[in-house]
């Protein structure tokens, strides 16, 4: 394994300004954080603003669900196998290394870090493309993980997050990855809500939306560098088949060699200016890596299969069975039971009631809240003779090791 290191030059104007108290002129004062109710949560000497965001996320009813949401794969008992807890965690630290390294807002980094998948369906990117295609086909409207993120922390739960949190949140998109970052500043809600919606009409939208700060950009790129050794490691844990070997280049193949590779390219490239980038043989070999996994991972066979001919069928059947129960009113219905009712009495000042909801956004709030498990005993209660069964990769099929 090849790991880099900060170049002497880099290295020690960092401990000098360390050294020194040097602030940088980049980071985002909390004081300038702003809410859509400023006369609540203001900052404290204990709490700053994105101290008390991060705790409020932590504090969200649907952060527990977070332990059971797997990464990529979904259907294995196996404890060392990433789900999204572990996952914002990783991108936490990596984004706060980078962060501090930089000397930007870490309290800012962790609040858009850990809740920027709190939107996220189960079974991963799959379960969002077959919901968004759900929506579409009864709504007219598009289902973005990251846009959903915003509605949880905002909408479903009135959180009153800043808008610097709920727009590195937004603007997160771990899929599209660029050689410089350069922050777009937002001026109010107004122009946030305008963005978000538009994002609901064309699905596009979602993937370009910017980030306002320097520590949104630095969680954006950090996201990918979290997700791409660590998939790799989940798919040896999975027993996936791999072809052949993954391409050998300046920032490693492994995990470990990728994080630190990654994180001090940014950091020497970056260092002291207002936008965040790494070298173009970096981004290059980062590319390369993405499309690795994609090629290897993602589009797996032993992947793929169970989503299509699994997961699409039995997604739909909850979808249209969880309408007809909400424009019938059957509140013996799982929707009512366990989701509307969950949420009304969550004491949140709220612009109108839950339950007024349009009846499809309300349908797809519930499923795209579900953990992997939850999902297939809901389906499995609703229809408990249907032809489409899950059966899990156990600890002890095929005799493999722990």
Avoid: W
């Amino acid at each position: 394994m090849s790991y880099e290191k900060l170049s002497s030059t880099v290295e020690n104007q960092i401990i000098a300004d360390r050294e020194s108290g040097k602030a940088s002129p980049f980071a985002f004062s909390a004081k300038n954080a702003l809410r859509r109710d400023m006369n609540h949560d203001p900052n404290t000497t204990l709490r700053s603003a994105f101290i008390r965001d991060t705790e409020k996320i932590l504090h969200c009813p649907y952060y527990n669900r977070y332990a059971d949401k797997t990464q990529v794969f979904s259907f294995y008992k196996n404890d060392d196998i990433t789900r999204r807890a572990l996952h914002v965690q990783l991108v936490s630290r990596v984004a706060r290394t980078i962060g501090r390294a930089l000397n930007l807002e870490p309290d800012l980094i962790e609040a858009i870090s850990i809740g920027h998948d709190i939107g996220h369906t189960p079974f991963g990117h799959a379960g969002e493309t077959y919901l968004n295609l759900l929506f579409y086909e009864h709504a007219g409207r598009h289902f973005s993980h990251n846009i959903h993120s915003v509605r949880v922390l905002d909408e479903i739960f009135p959180l009153n997050l800043t808008l610097q949190t709920l727009n590195g949140i937004a603007a997160h998109n771990g899929e599209k990855e660029l050689t410089k970052y350069i922050p777009e500043p937002i001026r109010d809600f107004d122009e946030f809500d305008r963005r978000i919606e538009r994002c609901y009409i064309d699905r596009a939208n979602a993937r370009h939306i910017l980030p306002d700060t320097l520590e949104a950009c630095v969680m954006r790129i950090s996201d990918i560098i979290a997700y791409l050794g660590k998939d790799r490691q989940d798919a040896e844990r999975a027993d996936i088949t791999l072809t052949d070997g993954f391409t050998e280049s300046v920032i490693g193949s492994k995990n470990a060699e990728m994080i630190n590779n990654l994180t001090v390219n940014i950091v020497e490239h970056s260092y002291g200016k207002d936008y965040i980038e790494m070298d173009e043989a970096h981004f290059s070999a980062l590319q390369r890596a993405k499309n690795d996994n994609y090629a290897r991972i993602y589009k797996n066979d032993a992947v793929k299969s169970v989503f299509e001919n699994m997961i699409d069928p039995m997604m739909r059947e909850i979808y249209c069975k969880m309408l007809d129960d909400l424009i019938r009113g059957n509140k013996n219905s799982p929707i009512f039971k366990h989701h509307i009712s969950f949420i009304e009495r969550m004491p949140f000042r709220r612009r109108k009631p839950y339950s007024e909801t349009e009846p499809n956004q309300i349908v797809v709030d519930y499923i795209a809240s579900m953990t992997d498990d939850y999902f297939i005993d809901l389906h499995h209660h609703l229809f408990p003779d249907s032809i489409y069964k899950i059966d899990y990769k156990g600890y002890f099929d095929n005799n493999s090791e722990l």
